[in-house]
């Protein structure tokens, strides 16, 4: 299996799902 | 100028800055949606002189221009008393705070990363063959973390420009 950044959809995947663990960290913890 | 023709100055300069940076990550993503190793064929004819000026300049400009986005951020910021709370993650001037370190980790990961390897890779820095298809994985890596990273980096700045609407 490769790289998640070996396709653009697992790009922007890793990027959505970072975004919302963000984003919850940020409504949890600010 | 006053304060705020200044403001708007410096915002328009982060838009556009900001396009012209990461615009290049995403014609990259476009143009090799797939990660296909290069060869040394792939390699053997962007040598031309005219060529390399071409390529020089076109990173020099997108390399540059993250510079000029995040020192526009920067001075934002910093010209509203809003870094030390953007630093610190303080309440409404968290989602901003948080758009403002993944674009410090971008600029780093241009400037240490990614330019180091990828001078190797489109021949401005000499390098053996093995070395240069070595370094495009890097390069490739280093090119869609950043393109990763302007995912949450949008989003953060769009919340921040409205009133931290994250922070209850």
């Given at each position: 299996m490769g790289h998640p950044y070996d396709t653009a959809a697992g790009t922007v995947l890793l990027g959505l799902l970072l975004t919302g663990a963000l984003a919850a960290l940020v409504r949890l913890l600010a | 100028m006053d304060g705020f023709a200044f403001d708007l100055l410096l915002r328009w300069t982060h838009f556009i800055a900001g396009i012209i940076w990461v615009g290049h990550n995403y014609s990259s993503v476009i143009q090799r949606p797939s990660w296909r190793p290069l060869t040394g064929a792939d390699l053997g004819?962007?040598?031309?002189a005219r060529f390399q000026a071409l390529l020089n300049r076109e990173h020099g400009f997108f390399r540059w221009a993250s510079v000029v986005a995040w020192s526009a951020g920067t001075l934002m910021l910093w010209r509203r008393g809003s870094l030390p709370g953007a630093l610190a993650l303080d309440g409404a001037l968290a989602p901003i705070g948080v758009g403002m370190y993944i674009g410090t980790l971008m600029m780093a990961n241009v400037w240490l990363v990614l330019w180091p390897h990828q001078q190797k890779v489109l021949g401005l820095k000499p390098a053996t063959l093995e070395e240069r298809l070595r370094c495009s994985r890097i390069t490739h890596l280093s090119s869609r973390t950043n393109t990763m990273l302007s995912v949450p980096l949008l989003f953060f700045m769009a919340a921040g420009a409205h009133g931290g609407m994250l922070v209850r």
């Open positions: - | 004819n962007d040598q031309s």
